[in-house]
């Protein structure tokens, strides 16, 4: 646990000039190295100030900002956003650059040889699904709203920085499109592992995309910090829970797989149990138990065949696991913040 | 049940996209056909115009039958050509200048910090169009003599509205958010000034000075009022001698001048044009 934070915050704010309250009061986060942290809140909580604090497109007027241990809240702005990727939800596009110039523009300030730039962009387009012999020529208006975000990201990926910024990324793309979006950039992350941290004001986004979730309050005060499953096992307070919103126990299901469960015996096609009913529903080892409550829901059973890797029957999955599973999750979340504050 | 149903949603709004997309290119394939065709169409009216003059001027008999007085006031060699000349150096100078003074401050106008005083500046630059063009070449008169120079500095200030203005205006619409990301990116605020704003405030900015080229061109015909010379003069011995042709000669020249150098602006603003919008 000894690992020293990428970003760490160290009592940041921001007080507008002309204003008493502060839009971001001593916050102090530390973001790992190689994960995606989320911002999550309610719409003027200030987390997108909070963003724009770490790449000072906005000032702080106290606190300490630390990158890989340098205090970079003097440095000089412009050269360090050459080293932080950020993505907007507007994407801002140059629109009178074609894709590839688009995506050159930090290489091209960094100064590097025009090969390494022209192998880069195809490289950067080929990794965000754009071909780019095809649409390495075109301009940002002949694109859809999502192969122009995959731009912002690739433009963002520029020079590899080791940080990315994402100022709710996905919000104004439609939520088919958002998807599969989600998806592939987690399966970028997967490769990159670049440290994120990324905004939204979309909890289940928060869930999806986050390895922690900071839920900010009024001046991005940090309610909870923590990762998604123990979160919405363990909301610790009414802020977050009225945040995180109804179905929390539904959400919690999707972080469990069936394959990690101790499962009932399977008794065969004809031979069942007490319950007399035969189970119906089939799905695989490595669905989640949400998979599995969405079959037993389906076919109007308490319980679901779980099947193994060649397709035979390798146990069943009961409403009780589920349950159970809630349950063991919640205890362990409980136990954690005790000792937290036993600790404290 | 949901795997079925997605791709025809998707694939709907594909088709939907297209049919959008062929409907915007087929407009703005057709706006361009007739700008392009315009672009064409304005030569050939100007040189069929001077075509027109020319022989006009043939058949008038200069330095031959035509009166003396005719021959005088339209000799190519004494009047017409020096005064082209004068009304060009005149339109050229004044142009220069509107530009050289109305592009810098009109990026500076825009610039945070200085922003606040930017309607304050269109004022006062607003109320030197506002001034008849006569009174406002008369106070120069006053306060600088006669002489071409006088007219120039009179036509920079009448003309120089319409590039400021445009400048401001062409700076203040470029998107917030590409200015945001390239700032995000590391750009520096003078970079971001070279490479986003100015290309793509372009077309504005030189709608603005097209229109103060002619507005100087126009007005360089009121020149000869105080002594500046330029195509006036001609225009101002037909009225004075009651001859027709001499009249016709000197306008039909300022039109054509006029002409020729608002067809250079729209092929300027044609070319200068960024790519990509």
């Given amino acids: 646990m000894a690992v020293e934070p990428k970003i760490r915050l160290d009592h940041v704010s921001k007080v507008y000039p002309g204003t008493d309250t502060p839009a971001v009061s001593e916050l102090t986060l530390d973001i790992d190295p190689g994960e995606i942290l989320v911002l999550v809140g309610p719409s003027g909580c200030g987390k997108s100030t909070t963003l724009r604090l770490i790449n000072r497109m906005i000032e702080p007027t106290g606190g300490r900002i630390y990158l890989d241990g340098d205090d970079v809240t003097d440095v000089n702005p412009d050269q360090l956003r050459r080293r932080i990727g950020y993505v907007i939800q507007q994407i801002g596009l140059f629109p009178h650059q074609t894709i590839a110039e688009n995506v050159a523009t930090v290489p091209k300030m960094l100064k590097w ?232 | 049940m949901s795997e079925s149903v997605a791709p025809v949603i998707t694939k709907r709004r594909a088709d939907q996209d297209d049919a959008a997309k062929a409907a915007v290119v087929s407009v703005t394939s057709t706006t361009r056909l007739w700008r392009r065709f315009s672009l064409l169409l304005a030569p050939v009216l100007i040189v069929a115009l001077a075509l027109v003059l020319w022989f006009y001027y043939q058949s008038l008999g200069v330095g031959t039958t035509a009166q003396i007085q005719v021959s005088s006031a339209l000799d190519w060699d004494t009047k017409l050509r020096p005064q082209l000349t004068q009304h060009l150096t005149i339109a050229f100078w004044s142009t220069l200048l509107v530009i050289a003074i109305a592009v810098p401050l009109g990026v500076l106008l825009t610039r945070s910090g200085v922003r606040k005083i930017g309607p304050a500046v269109l004022t006062v630059a607003n109320s030197g169009q506002a001034l008849p063009a006569y009174g406002l070449l008369i106070i120069f008169l006053a306060l600088l003599g006669q002489g071409a120079r006088t007219v120039i500095v009179a036509l920079v200030v009448y003309a120089i509205l319409p590039v400021l203005r445009n400048t401001m205006v062409g700076l203040d619409s470029v998107d917030r958010s590409t200015l945001e990301a390239g700032r995000g990116m590391g750009m520096t605020r003078l970079q971001t000034l070279l490479r986003i704003e100015l290309p793509l405030a372009v077309p504005v900015i030189v709608a603005g000075i097209r229109t103060a080229m002619i507005i100087n061109i126009g007005m360089a015909t009121l020149a000869f009022l105080i002594g500046g010379g330029g195509l006036g003069i001609t225009i101002n011995s037909g009225l004075k001698l009651n001859q027709d042709p001499v009249l016709l000669v000197g306008a039909i020249m300022v039109a054509l001048v006029a002409l020729t150098f608002d067809w250079l602006g729209a092929l300027a603003e044609r070319f200068l044009h960024p790519r990509g919008l």
């Fill in chain 1, 113 to 344: 040889e025009k090969k390494k730039i022209s192998a880069r962009v195809d490289e950067l387009l080929d990794m965000v699904g754009l071909d780019p012999r095809v649409y390495g020529g075109r301009y940002p208006k002949e694109l859809s709203g999502g192969q122009a975000q995959r731009v912002g990201v690739a433009r963002a990926l520029g020079a590899d920085p080791s940080i990315m910024l994402m100022d709710e990324p996905f919000g104004a793309i439609d939520p088919i499109t958002r998807e599969s979006l989600q998806n592939e950039f987690l399966r970028l992350q997967d490769e990159l592992r670049k440290t994120i941290v990324f905004v939204t004001h979309d909890i289940d986004e928060a869930i999806k995309m986050g390895d922690r979730i900071a839920i900010l309050g009024k001046q991005s005060v940090v309610h909870q910090a923590d990762t998604p499953e123990r979160i919405l096992a363990y909301p610790v307070d009414d802020f977050v829970r009225s945040f995180i919103g109804a179905g929390t126990a539904m959400k919690g299901l999707a972080f469990e797989r069936v394959g990690d469960l101790d499962l009932a015996p399977f008794d065969g096609p004809n031979g069942n149990g007490e319950s007399g009913a035969e189970p119906t529903g089939t799905i695989t080892a490595d669905a989640t138990l949400y998979e599995a409550l969405e079959e037993m829901l389906r076919t109007a059973d308490g319980k679901t065949i779980v099947l193994d890797d060649s397709g035979e029957p390798a146990g069943v999955v009961e409403l009780s696991h589920l349950s159970d599973a809630l349950r063991t999750a919640q205890d362990e979340a409980r136990r954690h913040y005790d000792e937290l504050e036993a600790a404290s």
